[in-house]
């Protein structure tokens, strides 16, 4: 299983770009990054995902290096209501190794006025 | 549509009794996992099935048991609640072919 390591926390301000980057030095082949996006009192939600290079649509955009051992989830000019934890998941996701798909703790995003 | 429906929204539950957390989709998809969040963490998957008939164990499976019969619904039990269960339990379902998965609403669970 590809372990992830995203930072815990990170602020940031209405209008400005917000990047965050988590690690998984000991990605598969056949895995997939995918980020979810939690509010408070609600089930995670599907933001995006990739395999290689760069993947954009309506929300963010998400950045793959040629190694596949980091990612970066980019969040373009935010908003208050982009506040809400951020998970980055790696794994085959396909049939049943979708099982083994770890969540592991986010980043919590804070967006001030 | 609905997507993936859960009951109860919440519940506070004496140590000792059973409950089932019930879980509904509608959108025909194979695969569907439990997952437990405890207060400021991330989620633990407890059991899911990838096709109807089939269960599996998770990360952290002991004390709920979960069944199958069809593709809809997948009901999670536990059998006697202790207050280490106390969590939200969330839902979830995906198509086995694209893999990303769609989350209920969740329970919140209070086992005293």
């Known amino acids: 299983l590809a372990k992830t390591t995203q930072p815990i926390s990170m602020d940031s301000y209405e209008g400005q770009e917000v990047n965050i980057t988590c690690s998984h030095n000991?990605?598969?082949?056949?895995?997939?990054i995918t980020w979810y996006q939690q509010f408070p009192s609600q089930g995670p939600r599907f933001i995006i995902q990739?395999?290689?290079t760069k993947v954009t649509n309506e929300v963010a955009s998400l950045f793959i290096p040629a190694d596949r051992k980091s990612s970066t989830l980019s969040l373009p000019r935010v908003s208050l209501s982009d506040t809400a934890v951020y998970y980055c998941?790696?794994?085959?996701?396909?049939?049943?190794?979708?099982?083994?798909?770890?969540f592991g703790s986010g980043t919590r995003l804070s967006i001030r006025p | 549509t609905a997507g993936i429906t859960q009951a109860p929204t919440s519940q506070i539950l004496a140590a000792g009794r059973s409950m089932t957390l019930r879980c509904t989709q509608d959108?025909?998809?194979?695969?569907m996992y439990w997952y437990r969040q405890d207060l400021g963490l991330g989620l633990r998957l407890i059991h899911y099935s990838n096709t109807a008939g089939t269960t599996g164990k998770g990360e952290v499976p002991d004390g709920y048991s979960v069944s199958r019969a069809n593709t809809d619904d997948f009901p999670l039990t536990l059998a006697s609640a202790v207050p280490s269960q106390t969590s939200v339990y969330f839902c979830?379902?995906?198509?086995?072919?694209?893999?990303?998965?769609?989350f209920g609403p969740g329970t919140r669970l209070t086992v005293l």
């Open positions: 979830a379902s995906s198509d086995s072919e694209e893999g990303v998965q769609f």
């Open positions: 000991n990605i598969a082949t056949n895995d997939y």
């Open positions: 998941l790696v794994g085959d996701i396909g049939g049943s190794s979708a099982s083994k798909i770890i």
């Open positions: 959108m025909r998809h194979n695969a």
């Open positions: 990739g395999y290689k």
